[in-house]
């Protein structure tokens, strides 16, 4: 029996990011072992600024699929690459068995304030979206700020773009993490209103280190609440605690989203299984057979 047909349709997929060193990558698999008896929809492997993991990102997806037996999908990105360079590591995922690219702008190199296409490069998402339908029937997702990008004009603009995105090919939206439901939702109907009918997924990021998400968040554009800071009060030497407020405060999140009809979540894992496995089995999901033992030791 599996975790979707025990909760009337509820969906879920996570993400990882690729390892440096023996040890991470250890933890990595440990963490996908826990999770995968969670069925995700897919699982997907991020992309360094500048397509500084290229390799690890393409050995971690594979290897997902092949080893692990779960629908990988790998992030692609316009950084530091030109089009000839892209296209041919999207061929190799087609060759690999892969079918589903998370087509993203990019993150500036370390050290560079703003992206600068590659002269022989994709000049934005939008241009790779279309290039990647031109190499092979690709599933697509793409990603949307529900409260607004850093370098959009505005939320208009932005949500001028994320529809031309859709309108390039793209099957699906997976959103920048955020903790008001209402910001969602109210992006959910803008969007709606502006006719994008494909799925709109939230993205979900289980918070354990309060000072380093609001100073992340103040880069990507995402607002942190001030009851975040209540709820996090007084625990910086008590991660045990900080991981159960954690949970509870991500399953509360997803609850309210739930009970406004959204039945799938897109985990952003930090290559932390536990905290992610304990706001499912709070939604309602169950293991399908025996998850493996607990990853997550330190804060």
């Not at 079918?99 to 000049?123: K, M, S, T």
Request: charged fraction near 20%; glycine fraction near 8%.
């Amino acid at each position: 029996m599996t975790a979707e047909n025990q909760t009337a349709g509820l969906q879920v997929s996570f993400e990882f990011f690729p390892t440096k060193t023996p040890e991470s990558e250890a933890s990595l698999w440990r963490a996908v072992e826990r999770l995968a008896p969670m069925a995700p929809r897919f699982v997907s492997v991020t992309y360094g600024a500048g397509g500084s993991t290229r390799e690890r990102t393409h050995q971690t997806v594979v290897r997902l699929q092949t080893e692990a037996g779960l629908q990988a999908a790998a992030h692609l990105t316009c950084v530091g690459a030109s089009r000839a360079d892209v296209d041919d590591v999207a061929k190799r995922y087609w060759q690999a068995g892969i079918r589903h690219i998370v087509a993203l702008r990019g993150d500036p190199p370390a050290g560079e304030e703003r992206f600068e296409p590659h002269p022989d490069g994709y000049q934005d998402s939008v241009a790779l979206i279309a290039g990647l339908r031109q190499i092979a029937d690709f599933e697509i997702s793409v990603g949307a700020y529900p409260e607004i990008h850093p370098d959009a004009q505005s939320a208009q603009a932005d949500l001028d773009y994320l529809k031309r995105k859709v309108d390039a090919g793209a099957n699906r939206v997976i959103t920048q993490y955020f903790f008001d439901p209402d910001v969602y939702l109210r992006f959910l109907d803008r969007a709606h209103g502006a006719g994008l009918s494909v799925p709109i997924v939230p993205g979900i990021l289980p918070v354990t280190n309060y000072t380093t998400v609001k100073r992340f968040s103040a880069q990507c554009g995402a607002s942190v609440p001030a009851w975040m800071a209540h709820l996090f009060e007084g625990l910086e030497e008590d991660p045990t605690t900080r991981r159960m407020v954690a949970a509870v405060a991500a399953a509360e999140q997803c609850n309210r989203l739930k009970g406004a009809g959204i039945d799938e979540f897109h985990f952003y894992t930090l290559n932390r299984a536990d905290l992610t496995y304990a706001i499912c089995h709070i939604l309602g999901l169950r293991a399908s057979g025996e998850a493996a033992a607990s990853d997550d030791r330190a804060a």
